[in-house]
């Protein structure tokens, strides 16, 4: 069974300090994950990408993954009102038919409020 | 360059009809995937398709189905609606590989209402 878990907030952090997002899946056999943020009424907006173990930054963004805990998070510095949306972690898992990676897996977003 | 575009915006049907929605993925993009979100489940995923051919499918029954054009733009259909078919669909599209980070975008989505 492939899980992915958020903890659904919302999550209040004040204007200008870190807001830190977790994630946790359940498959060993997973392959990317990708951070998306979604205003509400919109539809999910892609982040970041990461693959590889350890940090990624882009901007204001980090990405952290750490295979062996089956956990990647996603730091955003310096936060901004605007930065107040639901942030969904999405898990690409190896497919099993042979024909390549299934489609992506998503947890359920953590709701983040970034207080002026 | 273009985002993905999806049509129509908002439908609403009653239960017993089908709807087909329509999704244009990204220039050059081969693969459209589709999804379904709602409050209590989240986003789920449906079904790939990558060069006119399914190549996965989520857990939804046979209800729903698409279709991809040699165009890449593709279709996806749901007959005999029922009331919890209400969702927000949405489709994104990639360049298709199987490895690495194959980034997905999304469309803006179709707002269906079944009453």
């Known amino acids: 069974q492939k899980e992915v878990e958020q903890n659904s907030g919302p999550l209040s952090v004040p204007e200008g300090a870190i807001a830190s997002l977790n994630c946790t899946y359940s498959d060993r056999g997973s392959q990317s994950f990708f951070w998306y943020r979604q205003y509400s009424g919109k539809s999910p907006e892609l982040i970041m990408f990461i693959y590889s173990n350890g940090d990624k930054e882009d901007g204001r963004f980090t990405a952290q993954l750490n295979k062996a805990s089956q956990y990647v998070s996603l730091l955003i510095r310096d936060s901004q009102p605007s930065d107040s949306a639901t942030y969904l972690c999405?898990?690409?898992?190896?497919?099993?038919?042979?024909?390549?990676?299934?489609?992506?897996?998503f947890g359920k977003g953590t709701h983040l409020i970034i207080q002026p | 360059k273009a985002g993905v575009t999806q049509t129509p915006r908002y439908l609403i049907k009653t239960r017993g009809q089908q709807v087909t929605l329509s999704c244009s993925p990204i220039s050059g993009h081969r693969s459209v995937s589709w999804y379904q979100q709602t409050p209590g489940q989240g986003l789920q995923f449906l079904f790939e398709?990558?060069?006119?051919?399914?190549?996965n499918k989520g857990n939804f029954p046979g209800r729903f189905s698409g279709r991809q054009f040699s165009n890449s733009r593709s279709e996806m259909n749901v007959s005999t609606l029922e009331l919890g078919d209400s969702a927000l669909y949405l489709c994104?599209?990639?360049?298709?590989?199987?490895?690495?980070?194959?980034?997905?975008?999304f469309g803006p989505g179709t707002r269906l209402t079944v009453l």
């Open positions: 999405a898990v690409k898992f190896l497919g099993f038919s042979g024909g390549g990676a299934d489609g992506l897996t």
């Open positions: 994104a599209s990639s360049l298709g590989s199987v490895a690495g980070a194959d980034t997905q975008y």
């Open positions: 398709y990558f060069s006119e051919t399914q190549r």
